[in-house]
């Protein structure tokens, strides 16, 4: 039984590893379009490879998949985070889970992990051919000249060069990662898949009014980041930078509006609860009991909440507050106002950031178009989807390579399934 994988990725070497160890029959090969395997896993993570997560404080899997987390509930039973990070352990990746939940290699170095898939696929004879691109699949029909309808039989590939490949394929993976565009995946489309359009997701936001960028390298610990009239909403760190703003909060909320920010071409209005406090009473109180505490000291010299100096002066001006007055002479308006810009800051985002440290796409091949169970397609029979080239996406902290490590070793198993008859 000959098998195609199609791009050398997380997904299609994870596929392929766990299909040859299910299926030794197989022939397997991994078609790459470009000269390097892997070149995502090299430099995910700041080079250390975040590849998966304990999800220990994930309580709904909507918080971090904005798409897909339905399919990926059903399909953690068959490969769960914890299988993920076993396998890696048993396969000589010695893991660590820090505090935050992310979970990399004990190296903190990505190698290790391709290291890892690349001497498996070596070991199990997956046969992997770089400089590989296919541009299109061509199902093969069995002619059997009767009236019956023609079944598919396998694939021929066509590839970026106009060849085409000499063996037909029984079965077939698609492990092509995210498209940016949807020109990317029209071959897919052209076989009766539909496609929910793709557009970026992990961005951050550019801010060019307002001056916030001279505050550039200022962090705050737990912002609450929202898009007005949605129900897109973050909490987490907030880095302002000199093009405006980034950091897990942002990056999380980019995820979740992902689509409403494109189809905004990426300009809206994002607030800011700078203190991440809802009650809005309480911060009027907090700010009464510093009046009183600190009546003769100058509102700068005395932060908030811990907020850093810079952002504290820049949010009493905001609030139209000069810096050196004192404490005990803020009016009601004024605390009314500094409330308004604690709670509920608004800036006005004007594009999103180049491509950066982390990027995923959302959209590709709609969930609607595979089996929720074999992830193989409801069209065409024999080929299959894993990896980000599903409308499957995920935000930040190894939760993406999670996504295709499952949906891999789900494929894997109904190949073998299939092939097993
Ligand atoms: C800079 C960066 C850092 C990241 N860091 C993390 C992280 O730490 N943790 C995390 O969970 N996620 C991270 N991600 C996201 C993660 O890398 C992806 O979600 C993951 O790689 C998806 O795996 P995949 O196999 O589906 O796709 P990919 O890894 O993108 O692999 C797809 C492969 O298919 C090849 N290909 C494409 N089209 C064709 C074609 N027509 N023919 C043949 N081959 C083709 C591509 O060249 C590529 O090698 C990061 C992403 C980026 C860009």
Known sequence: MNVAIIGGGAAGFFLAVNLKQMAPQARITIFEKSRKVLAKVAVSGGGRCNLTNSFREVTDLKQVYPRGDKLLKRL???????????????????????????????????????????????????????????????????????????????????????????????????????????????????????????????????????????????????????????????????????????????????????RYIAEHDYRFTVLLNWVDRTNTEAVAEEIRKSMRENGQKQLASVRLYHLPARLWSFLLERSGIAVDKRWAELSKKEINRLVNTLCSDAYAVDGKGAFRDEFVTCGGISLDSVDKQTLESKVCPGLFFAGEVLDIDGVTGGFNFQAAWTTAFVCAKSIAKKMAG
């Not at 190296?107 to 992997?128: G, K, M, N, P, Y």
Request: proline residues 5%; glycine residues 8%; contains cysteine.
């Open 76 to 258: 953690f039973k068959v490969f769960s985070p914890q299988m993920a990070y076993e396998w890696f352990e048993a396969h000589g990746v010695r893991l660590v889970t820090q505090e935050d939940q992310c979970v990399f290699p004990q190296s903190q170095d990505a190698q290790s992990v391709i290291f890892c898939l690349t001497r498996l696929a070596r070991e199990r004879h997956v046969e992997v051919l770089t400089g590989r691109g296919v541009d299109v699949l061509r199902p093969e029909k069995n002619t059997t000249g009767s009236n019956e309808p023609e079944a598919t039989i396998g694939y021929r590939l066509v590839f970026q060069d106009g060849c085409c490949s000499e063996s037909c394929y029984d079965y077939v993976a698609v492990t092509t990662g995210g498209s940016p565009r949807a020109e990317g995946l029209r071959y897919l489309a052209d076989l009766g898949h539909q496609i929910a359009s793709p557009v970026p997701s992990l961005f951050t936001f550019n801010v060019s009014q307002c001056g916030i960028t001279a505050l550039m390298g200022t962090v705050v610990e737990q912002v609450q980041a929202s898009i007005p009239a949605t129900n897109f909403k973050a909490v987490g760190p907030l880095l302002v930078t000199h093009w405006g703003m980034s950091g897990p909060a942002v990056l999380k909320l980019s995820s979740h509006g992902a």
